[in-house]
């Protein structure tokens, strides 16, 4: 059968900002927020978890079950889309036009109820998809009830690939992803693994706290979430992590979010910044910080001491990285904004005993959260990813000390944005040397000694790290 999905909890705040206007948000049709965040994501390239986190925070009034429905209607048809599309194409006679964006989520959402959803009686999804095209698509609601009535009467007999005679189809249909990407997973994994990744995708992934150790304990984090509603528990790997188990409330409503006890990290995230091996009173360059995830951490682990130099473009991570580093009681980070593939004026050559480089990319190991970027991702643009990488860790080379140590991580499980990237800038810098990640389970460590992370293997999302010193003697 395809992948399964079941609701997925809101909690923690937005990473990002998103330009999401103005959604009209009525409290009595969830289905109608839905397709509209659907909407904008399609038509304007925003991100679901900032997207549907914001409008949700509009709306804390409303039924809980109806936020609920939202955030599984947004992030199942998401998920699920390639499958949805799938089963719509043979249903319908031309495909729709490139601009009834509003049509095409109508039949997605109300298609991922009728697959994916048991509490929703059929009936109920295929006359409220009816009624919505009424009103955002008129004249289209016929073609609306037509396609859903009849896949009613011929879901138990759709002609799905066979795994036998097409494996990459069945995969790309039956898992929802991406012919190429599938494709591409096959040569490089086989079978089994390409089919365990892309169930695991298609999964929730846990909530994970990162604890604050400049002012608490994960045994005190636990302790005062109990007491407002939330079970949490150890990860597995990361020393700071804690797992969210259930949540009564959204996580940046506690107490504990708002004195600054926790950030929310995924687990895999949170072992990057000890990638690094920070200690108190060094130099340490975060050459692409965004928000300040890993800054933040990299600040903790210094205990605060030290000095902690974030660089990002955007001046609204930058931001979001200072109201951060305020919630968490750190004063050592230091913020430039700027592009990190030109030389910076605030960095001399050779001053920082640590730099950071967590790089953009694909995002390709965090499609659990962020299932869009599946849908958006065309082959080409793994190369121009890989192109940026190798321009930004020959940059990030030249702020090491002799001796010193350089990071450099990825959210993606691709070869082209991580060993090939390291191999390249190994050739071209002789005066470094490639050196075993330290992690705290040998799993995460493949033969080579790269730092590797995924979803269906260890329950994180997929991060690859890479650890490069620099010779002692040599400027």
């Known amino acids: 059968p395809p992948s399964r999905t079941v609701p997925l909890r809101v909690s923690g705040a937005a990473d990002r900002k998103d330009r999401i206007g103005r959604i009209v948000m009525v409290p009595q049709q969830p289905r109608r927020l839905a397709v509209m965040i659907l909407n904008r994501i399609d038509t304007s390239g925003a991100f679901a ?27 199942g048809t998401l998920r699920m889309r390639g499958f949805l599309d799938w089963v719509l194409a043979q249903f319908l006679r031309k495909d729709l036009a490139p601009a009834e964006t509003s049509l095409r989520n109508i039949l997605r959402t109300a298609l991922y109820q009728l697959f994916y959803t048991e509490r929703i009686p059929p009936h109920a999804a295929v006359n409220e998809a009816v009624a919505l095209a009424r009103t955002l698509c008129p004249g289209r609601e016929a073609l609306v009830n037509a396609v859903l009535r009849g896949v009613l009467r011929r879901r138990d007999r759709l002609p799905y690939p066979e795994r036998r005679v097409d494996l990459p189809g069945y995969i790309s249909v039956l898992h929802s992803h991406p012919p ?101 009173g060094e130099a340490i360059l975060d050459l692409c910080a965004g928000i300040g995830g890993k800054a933040s951490h990299l600040a903790e682990l210094t205990e605060n001491r030290g000095r902690i130099i974030a660089v990002e473009l955007l001046t609204s991570k930058i931001k979001k990285l200072h109201g951060l580093a305020a919630r968490l009681g750190i004063s050592v980070i230091s913020t430039v904004a700027a592009d990190a593939t030109h030389p910076l ?131």
Not at 229 to 236: L, N
Not at 242 to 250: E, H
Not at 353 to 369: A, E, I, K, N, Y
């Open 180 to 280: 190429w990407l599938v494709e591409r997973w096959l040569r490089q994994w086989g079978p089994e693994e390409t089919l365990a990744l892309c169930r695991a995708n298609n999964t929730i992934p846990d909530t994970v706290l990162r604890v604050n150790q400049l002012q608490t304990t994960g045994k005190k984090v636990i302790e005062a979430l109990a007491g407002e509603g939330v079970v949490a528990e150890k990860t597995r790997y990361a020393p700071e992590g804690l797992v969210v188990r259930s949540a009564g409330k959204l996580l940046r409503d506690t107490l504990s979010y708002r004195r600054g006890d926790f950030q929310i990290q995924d687990e895999a995230s949170q072992l990057i910044a000890r990638l690094v091996h920070p200690a108190a």
């Open 49 to 75: 978890e900032p997207l549907l986190d914001r409008c949700l925070s509009r709306w804390r009034d409303g039924d809980p079950r109806d936020r609920a429905l939202v955030t599984e209607l947004v992030y």
């Open 345 to 475: 004026v605030e960095v001399p050559p050779g001053s920082c005993d640590r730099v950071l480089l967590d790089v953009p990319c694909s995002g390709l190991g965090t499609l659990r959260r962020c299932p869009e970027i599946k849908w958006r991702l065309a082959p080409g643009r793994l190369a121009r990813h890989a192109a940026l990488q190798k321009r930004l860790l020959a940059r990030a080379g030249d702020y090491v000390k002799p001796g010193g140590r350089l990071v450099y991580s990825t959210c993606s499980i691709m070869a082209e944005e991580n060993e090939d990237v390291v191999r390249a800038f190994l050739e071209q810098r002789r005066d470094f040397h490639r050196i075993s990640a330290e992690a705290p389970a040998s799993e995460l460590l493949d033969g080579d000694g790269y730092f590797r992370t995924f979803p269906h293997r260890h329950g994180t999302d997929g991060f690859f790290g890479a650890v490069l010193e620099k010779e002692t003697g040599m400027g």
